[in-house]
Structure formats: C-alpha cells, structure tokens
C-alpha cells in the first residue's frame, strides 16, 4: 500500500472510530475496518446457526406436547426460530458473505453455534427449563444487542426480542404449572431446572478474562455488555423467578449479597464448556447430522423454489417487453 494509500486509510479508521464514539449505526455501504466486517460476519452467523439448531431439542416434543394448547404454542415458538435465523443471516449477508457460505461453516461443523443446544430435551420440563431459562439468557444478551453499532444487527434484534418475550414467558409458565402439578411433575421440573442451569450460564460464554473478542468487540461497540456482566444478570432475574415457583437452584454457593444487591454463584464447570464447544457434547453429532440429513433431503425444495423464482423473472420480463 503507498504511503498515500495508508494516510488515506487511517483517516478513514479515525472516522470511523469516532462515528463508533458517537454511537452511530455502521450500515452495509458504510466504510468500516475489515476486521469489524469479519467480527460481525462471525458473530451474526454464529448466533443465527444458534437459532436454527435451537430448532432441533425443542422440536423434538412438538409430536409429544401434551396437549393441543401446548402443541401449538411449541410449533409457533420453534417457527419463530427459523424466522429469527433468517433475520439474522439476512443481517450477515449484507456484510458480503453467502447465506450458503455460512450454511456451509455450519454443516460441516467449522462455525459455531451456542453450546446450549447439544444437550438433550429428556422430559415435557426441559421445554419450559429452555423456555425460561435459555430464552430467557438469549434474551438478556440480545436486549443489549439492539444497541450494537451494526446497523442490520441491531434492527434485527429489536423484532427478535419482541418475539423471545413469548418464548420466555410460555416457558415459564409451563414450568410454573409443573412445579404447582402432582410431586411427579414438579419433581420433573426440579429434574430439568438441574440440568438446564449450568449450561444456561455457559451459554454467555467464557470468563471475560478468557474471552478472545470481548475488548476490540466491545471497542468497536459489537458487544455492549461483557459476558460476565450479562451472566450476572441473567443470575439475578432467574434466582427470584426459581423461587416463585419453588424450586432449588442446584447451586450449593448461591447466595445474595446485600452489599453488591447481587447473587454470588459457585464455580461453572469450564472443562465441559471447552468439552462441548470443540464438539464433544451429548448432542453435537447429531445435531449436526440432523441439520446435514435436512439439508440433502431438502434440495429438491430449495430447486423448486429456485426453478419457481426463474420463471416468475421470465414472466415479468415478457410482460415488460
Ligand atoms: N457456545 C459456543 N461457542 C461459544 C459460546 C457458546 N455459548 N460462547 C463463546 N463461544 C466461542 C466464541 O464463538 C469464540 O469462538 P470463535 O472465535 O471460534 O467464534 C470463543 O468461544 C471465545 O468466546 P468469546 O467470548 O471471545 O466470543 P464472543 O465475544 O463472540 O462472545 C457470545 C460469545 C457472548 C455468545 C457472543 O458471540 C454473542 O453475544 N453472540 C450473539 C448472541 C448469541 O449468539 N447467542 C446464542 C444463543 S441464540 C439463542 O439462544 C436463540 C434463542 O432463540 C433461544
């Protein structure tokens, strides 16, 4: 680059820096620093593989819900999803990458999506356990990504969360009718709260200590809040919650601090974090074969839409002549 060139571009870069400080949003046919256009290419993509695999534990009780109430609101919530994923690849695609780029890092298990989801759904409770309490963490985390600098992303969070509101509230509520239930049920609410805890405070990912992005992410205004600070939110909304309906967090250390008005938590088990996120859970594998079985048994839909699409274009280009 010539010495032209670079001053040209540290300009740019302080521009950039200071529309950043401003908190103006960043749109698609703005200037931006590569590395912010590959952080949030990254990031985007990998929470929207998050919200299609999402798909996969809860659908598997929509043919087992336990009435036709619950049946339809499960069915509304795992469509609701699929939507969520295409809002946000919609939002990743405008930073220049292909909606099947991404499709393809995720199917052959090079991009991430949220370690929450390789745990298995056991019982009717881990629908309401991922309701209240994954819904419920994706919701504190995505409140604050309304206010991210990326334009698309920030919109896109703004409807997703209207819609995470529902999914949060209906898992609660089922949990809330097992735990007030028969001491089976609510002894199977206890069982998935024990399960889903954990692994819902892993979803805000590693210690900020740990975390590779978190500074330039939150230089560049990506991430407003730190994984720690968002996990202890999340903490202090669900600890009262737990309480309504009465059951135990299986946290032997929790306790409420006065002076801090927080709840202190004992040790996450970082080792089955690291486990699960190279792919080592009870359900990466399958996920991934679910998600790779749905992709070849569905080109034929995605040719026919294709095929649909060209002709239409033909038609209106006949009109047109
Ligand atoms: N699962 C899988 N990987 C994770 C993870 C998790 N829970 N937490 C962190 N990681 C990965 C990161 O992707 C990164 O790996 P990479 O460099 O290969 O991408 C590495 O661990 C280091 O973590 P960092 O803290 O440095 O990563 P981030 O700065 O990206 O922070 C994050 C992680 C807080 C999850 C952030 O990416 C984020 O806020 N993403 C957007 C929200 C999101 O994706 N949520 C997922 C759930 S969506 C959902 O729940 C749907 C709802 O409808 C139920």
């Known amino acids: 680059?010539?010495?032209?060139?670079?001053?040209?571009?540290?300009?740019?870069?302080?521009?950039?820096?200071k529309r950043i400080a401003q908190d103006e949003k960043i749109e698609p046919k703005d200037w931006m620093p590569q590395r912010y256009r590959q952080m949030n290419i990254r990031q985007i993509s990998q929470h929207a593989h998050s919200e299609i695999v999402g798909m996969l534990p809860e659908?598997?009780?929509?043919?087992?819900?336990?009435?036709?109430?619950?049946?339809?609101?499960?069915?509304?919530?795992?469509?609701?999803?699929a939507g969520h994923g295409l809002y946000?690849?919609?939002?990743?695609?405008?930073?220049?990458?292909?909606?099947?780029?991404?499709?393809?890092?995720?199917?052959?298990?090079?991009?991430?999506?949220?370690?929450?989801?390789?745990?298995?759904?056991?019982?009717?409770?881990?629908?309401?356990?991922?309701?209240w309490l994954v819904d419920g963490a994706a919701i504190v985390n995505q409140?604050?990504?309304?206010?991210?600098?990326?334009?698309?992303?920030?919109?896109?969070?703004?409807?997703?969360?209207?819609e995470e509101s529902f999914h949060q509230r209906q898992g609660y509520q089922i949990m809330y009718k097992m735990a007030n239930g028969t001491p089976e049920q609510k002894a199977m609410a206890q069982d998935a709260l024990n399960r889903w805890w954990w692994p819902s405070l892993m979803m805000f990912g590693p210690r900020d200590a740990e975390s590779t992005h978190t500074d330039q992410?939150?230089?560049?205004?990506?991430?407003?809040?730190?994984?720690?600070?968002?996990?202890?939110?999340?903490?202090?909304?669900?600890?009262?919650?737990?309480?309504?309906?009465?059951?135990?967090?299986?946290?032997?250390?929790?306790?409420?601090?006065?002076?801090?008005?927080?709840?202190?938590f004992?040790?996450?088990?970082?080792e089955e974090f690291w486990q699960v996120v190279k792919g080592h859970g009870i359900c990466n594998k399958q996920r991934l074969a679910d998600k790779n079985k749905a992709w070849k048994e569905g080109e034929w839909v995605r040719k026919a839409a294709v095929a649909y699409a060209e002709k239409q274009a033909k038609k209106r280009v006949r009109k047109a002549g």
């Open 59 to 81: 659908g598997n009780w929509i043919t087992r819900a336990p009435s036709l109430l619950r049946k339809v609101t499960l069915l509304a919530k795992v469509q609701d999803e």
């Open 88 to 131: 946000l690849y919609s939002a990743a695609e405008t930073l220049g990458i292909s909606r099947d780029e991404m499709y393809e890092q995720m199917l052959c298990g090079k991009a991430k999506y949220s370690s929450i989801f390789n745990y298995p759904t056991l019982t009717w409770a881990d629908i309401g356990a991922i309701g």
């Open 143 to 162: 409140v604050s990504l309304t206010h991210t600098s990326y334009g698309p992303y920030a919109r896109a969070m703004v409807r997703i969360c209207k």
């Open 217 to 264: 992410s939150m230089a560049w205004k990506i991430k407003i809040k730190s994984n720690d600070t968002l996990r202890q939110m999340f903490v202090d909304q669900a600890v009262p919650q737990a309480d309504i309906l009465g059951l135990r967090i299986p946290d032997p250390h929790l306790r409420y601090n006065p002076e801090t008005a927080h709840y202190e």
């Open 1 to 17: 680059m010539s010495e032209q060139e670079q001053m040209r571009e540290r300009s740019l870069e302080e521009e950039f820096t």
């Open 266 to 270: 004992g040790a996450i088990d970082w």
